[in-house]
C-alpha cells in the first residue's frame, strides 16, 4: 500500500517562501512521474508542478519562476520550493503520481497572509 505524507506547510507573509516535502512509502518510486497539487477552499484541486523520471519539469503558469520541484528518488522524496509566495497561493498542498494514481495525503497547508 502506497502511503504519501505531505509536510512543511505554514503562515508565510505575501513574498516569504516555504519548502513542503512528500515522503513516499511502498512504491516503487523512480517509475513514476510525480506532480505537487493544490487546492483552494471551494475549488477544485490543480496540479501545479510536474517532475517526469528523469527530472524533467513544467509548471502551471500561475507558478513559473517562482516554484521549484525536484526529486531524491534514493530518498522517495519529492520536495516544492516555493518563493515569492502570494495570497493566491493559499491553499492544502498535495503530491501524488502525474496520474494522481496513488491514494492521497492528508496534505500541508500553505496560508499566505499578512
Given at each position: 500500500q502506497v502511503q504519501l505524507v505531505e509536510s512543511g506547510g505554514d503562515l508565510v507573509q505575501p513574498g516569504g517562501s516555504l519548502r513542503l516535502s512528500?515522503?513516499?512509502?511502498?512504491?516503487?518510486f523512480r517509475f513514476y512521474a510525480m506532480?505537487?497539487?493544490?487546492?483552494?477552499?471551494?475549488k477544485q484541486r490543480e496540479l501545479v508542478a510536474r517532475i517526469?523520471?528523469?527530472?524533467?519539469?513544467?509548471?502551471?503558469?500561475?507558478?513559473?519562476?517562482?516554484?521549484?520541484?525536484?526529486?531524491?528518488?534514493?530518498?522517495?522524496?519529492v520536495y516544492l520550493q516555493m518563493n515569492s509566495l502570494k495570497p493566491e497561493d493559499t491553499a492544502v498542498y498535495y503530491?501524488?503520481?502525474y496520474s494522481?494514481?496513488?491514494?492521497?495525503g492528508q496534505g500541508t497547508q500553505?496560508?499566505?497572509s499578512s
Open positions: 512528500c515522503a513516499v512509502s511502498g512504491s516503487s506532480g505537487w497539487y493544490r487546492q483552494a477552499p471551494g517526469t523520471m528523469s527530472g524533467a519539469t513544467n509548471y502551471v503558469d500561475s507558478v513559473k519562476g517562482r516554484f521549484t520541484i525536484s526529486r531524491d528518488n534514493a530518498q522517495k522524496m503530491c501524488n503520481t494522481s494514481s496513488w491514494p492521497w500553505v496560508t499566505v
